[in-house]
């Protein structure tokens, strides 16, 4: 069961703006209605606060245990998305986040769903 | 016969704005004047407004059925887009619906059709 | 010898403001120097006026046979693209229309022409 | 050496604004420091003023033989591409220029230069 | 150990604006935490001042130098990012800089950071 | 429902060997089990006998219409693949015939399902 | 835990030979040291014995849950695909068969791993 | 009008075997049926026979002007690709000689044809 | 520097012969003449000996291991090939073993260097 | 002028078989005819002769500078791969070697020539 507690974060390491993005290629859920197991692709996109505003980054290997913890859960793709989001802004309250799930998708229709917190900075645009 | 009624949708799980993208590479229907079949993609992108005011957001199944329905019925590339456009307009009533269609093409020309509802949300430029 | 009065056009289906796009893969003329013939692929993308404002929407097969017209003309890329995008905007009289030619080359270099008309929809830069 | 003298400009055919892309992908000229060769393409990309206001484009042929007059030129990534932008602004004039140079790099980095000349037009944007 | 003296620059050759990119695709440095190597891209992109502002270009062979100094030193790829882009940032003092790492990654999770100096110039947009 | 009838042939143009290849990349029937519609490519590969020997080609004209019949056909992959091949078999009594068909899938797996008439010819192997 | 009594299998429906290949790219398993999961492809290669000899086919819905039931098994890559193959073999009594199984890796190794079952049908090399 | 007598053929310059390949992705005919443009590529495949036994290699000027020929001609694919075989085989005498030819299609359906003229080479098997 | 008795294997877990490939592309070495790195990847490709005959196959940690310990080792691309291919064949002792290494090359030229132990199985034809 | 003697080469590391190949993607000569520089891309695969027997492998930095000096020559595509093939044949004395190159092309046609030496050996085949 997806348990947002085992997220750890750690002090940015600059004061200028920088953003990171983390592609997790190995996502996997299962779909509540039918039981059948959902594949995709999770990306974040991030902009921490400034080292002096106590900006954090979130720690590589407990985001892998993080996402791993949904192998089992039965969750609609939707809310993945938005719960992802809420638990990464809560622990690292940045300055910009995008989550965005790619999802191989059933009978025919594959699906994206982007969710944000916070705006877009310039630094992204380049 | 199409029939927009065996569209369902469900409640949207979130406040914050976020983004979906649906991609049925599957579409079929019948080109009205030749009666021969085309071939092609159909895209939808929409922001559904937030829980707190009725936002919804169209359910897979019933959108495969839907896009299923086309199969025989004979319609040019324009009026299934806009068609598909009012259809979902209707049932979400989004903040932002696009409808994109990309056809195989008949004698060496390819098309594609672009149709819009609402204002590009600022979610989608990131 | 192309003649823009075999280009004909259907009355669009909708108020509602949407983008068409055509690929013509296997265009080909002449070169009027050398007299070797030129290959290349033409694209047009247009937003019609609304249908309550005479709108219409070139029709394909006679798109085809307008742009098969050009197959012994001996013609500067500079003004097959010029050419195509008169033609064009006299026919449909869009609110925006496109027109870009990408051509294989000759010697080592390849070109891209774009020509346009009217301005940039909304709805383009979704 | 390089000439610009043997470059060669022909009228633009139409008043409405368009815009030409040449992609020459055999460029090659010489590293002085080094001597051995260096390889790349060279990308062209121009809106000639209109005819009225004496526009011109560069003539194909003449373009090839110019990129060729630097096949044994000792010269660095950046000159080459400010001389480029520098000879042919001064043949057409143009409203807008951009030259870009991609290298196939040496020792595991590749390289790419762009140099402008006037104000991106607003048919580059769509 | 990583050592920002050993890079060179050599003065810009133009008054005009124009913009650099290196690509350095066989970069690797060790991670801290595990002792593994870590292997990525990094990316440089900047616009020197003009020369009569007396604007530098980073030497291609120091820089090639100055990342193989990395080979074996601990660090994480925030850390890299952002003192690659000081280290240069210092050394040209250029109008804007962006230095972009793409890491191969770990555990079934890549990443791509990216850090900037200056404001993006308009030849960028082009 | 598919007919073989409305195929037909013309006499091969050839003493010589030689090998033809049609690529239909819509095909689509139905599965009889979920009535939901199945698309795929079809691919016919194939050498006439001689023409002294009573060779033929599958016309192709007729082939896009026997395609087209199997539309609305509830009939498994592999039955599918089987019948064409035996109803080309019997109208060319070809040299060699193989039939390839390639499934988009259904529930995360995708399919090929090739069948053979008669020898690999020599000719296929270069 | 994966139970190869819930794989079925149905009559082939032919007498000539013919070869089916199943793509399953949505497999996943669990590391039996670390616990972390592995996620690959699992492809079927096989030919049936013919409809006279009793040959059969594998049916696909069986299929999918059978693989889906290695999703929480600690198994090694090897040990996978061996199991596949000697489960499928004891189904099927194919006249041939492949399964290969490919791995997206750990630590920046790739891995494949291939087993078979009787010898490889001339039908294969068309 | 297609004719063979403006190919010119060079000796070949050794005596030790080797094969040449032309690939000419710019060719076109017209379908004598329909009276539509066909579009296509052609390739051949060679080895001359050796110097000292009057081999000879077709001249790649003559070749460009020969298939440039039948861009107004009324031919069927199978028809095309006997006969450029039988032009090239009669010119050059090979120890071996390919003509493929790959079409870009009509109606859904792409075809390739190839006809062959002697036995495949060792050489050409590395 | 490299050390094949950190190299560990386990028993093949079967009878029937199978073939295991591991593609580690994140192999450097340092160039022995010039000290810059080498970049490449390495391709293990074997049948081990039946379980019956005490097959084994190599342990994939510490496969990695082996690796990586060739980081700041000087030796060339052909000698880093043979050492790999006898140190794993004097590990494993296997009935086939291709090593192949992928180098991205210096000065404009890549390279591929492969060194086999054993005959082909008939496994991997297929 | 191209001149073999700069080619230098060192004895073979191994007395097994293995197989090396060098991937020169900068290739330039000049057209004899035309006086146009050509473009191309030269591989070389070949297999030593054992350690034993005197076998030697060419070396990679003379190999550069020999493929260089043919930047001013005057060379038809056929003459240049047979006279590689015949220079490295020399200096090798190779237990098989091919030599093929990749052309650019003129005029809407490419070209790849291919010369061997030797028979292919069993190691290549893998």
Request: net charge neutral.
């Amino acid at each position: 069961m997806p348990d947002a507690r085992t997220l750890e974060a750690f002090p940015t390491p600059a004061e200028s703006p920088f953003v990171v993005e983390h592609f997790a290629d190995e996502f996997t859920s299962v779909c509540p209605k039918t039981g059948h197991p959902d594949f995709g692709t999770v990306t974040l996109r991030f902009q921490p606060r400034p080292a002096g505003a106590g900006g954090t980054c979130v720690e590589l290997k407990s985001l892998k245990l993080y996402l791993q913890s949904f192998r089992n859960e039965g969750i609609y793709y939707e809310a993945v998305t938005n719960r992802i989001r809420d638990d990464l802004a809560a622990l690292m309250k940045p300055a910009w986040l995008l989550v965005r799930t790619d999802w191989r998708g059933r009978g025919g229709i594959r699906s994206v769903v982007r969710a944000t917190h916070g705006d877009v900075p310039q630094a992204w645009q380049q």
